[in-house]
Every structure is written in C-alpha cells, then in structure tokens.
C-alpha cells in the first residue's frame, strides 16, 4: 500500500516528466529513478549521501553514483511546477550560497564567501535562482549552478562577479517566463551587474551603500543659452531629501517611504530610487536605500520586491537542514550539481502541497513538518507491507492517519 502522502508527490513528479516536451527522451527506468530519488530527498532524515540512498531506497549505491552523473533539466522541471502554484506578482531573486566541503580533490574547491561564519572559508559555491511569489510571500527553486574554480573562471577572462552576471544573460529566457524584475541583495549593486541584467530585457532591483553619490535630475525650464543644457542639480543628501524633488509613496505607523527618478553615478543611468525612513514611535532609527531600474516602479513596490528576496534565504535554510543540501557525497561536476538542484528541488515539493492546501489550512510552512509527515510514511508503508496488515479497514486508517501526524510540531 503507497500512503496518501508518497502517492501524491510520486504522482505529481511522474505528471510532469511525462507531460513535459523536455523529458520525451527520458527512458521510463530514468523516470522511476528520478521520482524515487525526489522522494528519498523528501522523507529520509539525516544525512542523504550514496551510501544512504542505497539503505533507504531501490538501488544499489553503485547506481545512484552513476545515475547523479547523467544530466537532468532541474530549470525545466521546476518552470513546469511553479506554474502550477505561483500567483501573477512575481520575481526573480537569485543569490550565492556557501557549501562547506573538506578535500582538494572536488570541482569548484576554494575558499568563499561564508555568511554564518562572517569570513572565507574553504568549499564549494553554488549561484541559485528562485521564484518569488510576492503574495504568498515564499520563494521556489529554479535552477543552481556550481560556481566553478577560480583559475577556471580566470581562464574566460572573468571575475567572479561577472561569472554570476553571465549566469543571469545566459538564462535571461527562463527567467522572463516569469517576471521581467530580477533581485539581489546590495553585493551585486555594481555596473556589470546592472548593464548585464539590463542587456536581457530584465530589470533590476536591489539595495545601495549608504553614501552612493546620486545627484537630482535637472526639471526647469531650458535657458535657450548656447553649450550644453543643464542636467543635473547638486547631489542627494540622503539624510536631507528635497521633499519637493521626492514624492511621499508610502507613510504608516513604522515607516515612511520617499522615491524619486536620480542619477546614478556608479551606473551611468537613471534609477528610481526608494528611500525607507524606519521609525520606533516619533524617532528615526534607520534609513535604507533601494533603486530599481525600471521608472515605472512606485517606491513601495521596490522596498516590497527588494525585502521580499529573503526568501530565497530561507529556500537555502530549509534545504540544508532538511534536504541534505550540505551533505553531498560526489566530487565530480555532475554528481554535485544533481545532488545540489535534488536537494532544492525536494523543498519545492512540500511546497507545492502547502500552497495547494494553504487556503484550507492558513498556516505557514515548516518543512521540518512535511519531513516528519514523509518519514512516518516511509516508515508506515514498511510496517504495513512487512507485517502483511489491511490498511483500508476503519480500525487501521485512523491509526494510520494519527501516526503520519506523529511528531509534527503542528499536528
């Protein structure tokens, strides 16, 4: 007997590899491995490596090593579920994340950039993109790519900088599916982030440095003078804003939102700036800048989108303490990039049952909720086949139905 929780996600995997023009091709034994995987990833709990993988699933270790070696297009098959669930107000958020890994042997070795530890420390890189339902206010993966050595990204004449940006304009069709606004934290307010974005028809949302030299957009009326009219008029005093330049967008009980169309120096453009005056009872207590490039975009709009990015760090959160996002086994390219997106990809998956039900349920997502649902399936359908018991009698469903809710924080 497949439990209600593992014949629902094992359906909805299945209906998309075989609905999906881009997974014709895959041979029905790749599919079974493929939904196999996806629901180890869901429902095992501790490390997920080969050697686990083997213990809990169908395979050989042998195979799942052989398996994560062939290509699969994660970017296509996470397009096709979060179609399904996400609403029309959505963006583009894309962000690095640390893997710490020992050994000089694995591809994409070197030290990087750690958030928790503050520091560089030595592992592995990934550049990950996610949808951001603004509404739902959640994030779902789209696709992960390892960052790959230094000396190979040197090679190419790049930094790591613009290898994140050709990541961006490489991709720029799948992520145009969705959103034409893309959004990073400040690290990436930089030129070549800007014009690469920018280059795909896409536009850019993000945070600035305090003391990023803007300068207010000359609005008078031409001399006639001879020489070259006048562009500019002084620059922007972030602590002292010309409220007859700015336009008060938003004011409620903790914040006050300004935004205007500047100049950027750092980026040679036009940008609509967002000013966020944060306040605790009549005083100030912080003061942020966000800009995006698209005009259009009213100042409450860019503080919503640009805070709204966070999500993709909590994507991160529950994959590497649920999903095993840290605990890849391989050192070889392939491997890792499968391990990488499968761990991701898992969290999309409860996902999709949470926003399927949220309006039944109204509560807020818990992967560590959704683990425990799975493992008690797992665990349930091996009592159930080894011990021959009837599941469908009523006795038996109740008790099946209070066990797959055993050990849920909210049951």
Known sequence: MISKANKAVNALIMSILQNNTAFVSLQKSRKRFIVNTFWLFLCVKGKINFLQLERFGTCCEQTYREQFKEAFDFCSFNTDLIKQVVSSDTIVAFDPSFIPKAGKSTYGGSRYW???A?????????????????TKNTALHLKAWQTPPPPEIEGKEQTLLTYYASLVTDNADKFLAFSTHMVADA?????????????????????????????YKYIGQRTGLKGAPKKYTGRIDVKNLDIDYFSLDTSLENVKIYSATVYSKAFKRDIKLAVAVFLKGDEEVARKLYFSTDLALDGLKIVRYYRSRFQIEFLYRDAKQFTSLNTCQARSKNQLEFHFNAALTAVNLAKYDWIKTKGEKDKAFSMSDYKTLY????????FISRFAINPHTVKNQKIIKELLEYGKIAA
């Open 114 to 116: 750690s958030g928790v």
């Open 187 to 215: 690290y990436f307010s930089k030129k070549p982030v800007v014009d690469a974005v920018l280059s795909v028809k896409l536009n850019f949302i993000s945070r600035l440095r305090d003391d990023s030299h803007l300068k």
């Open 375 to 382: 493992n008690n399936s797992l665990m349930i359908e091996q």
């Open 118 to 134: 503050k520091s560089a420390k030595w592992g592995l890189d990934i550049c990950g993109f996610a949808v951001v339902d603004v």
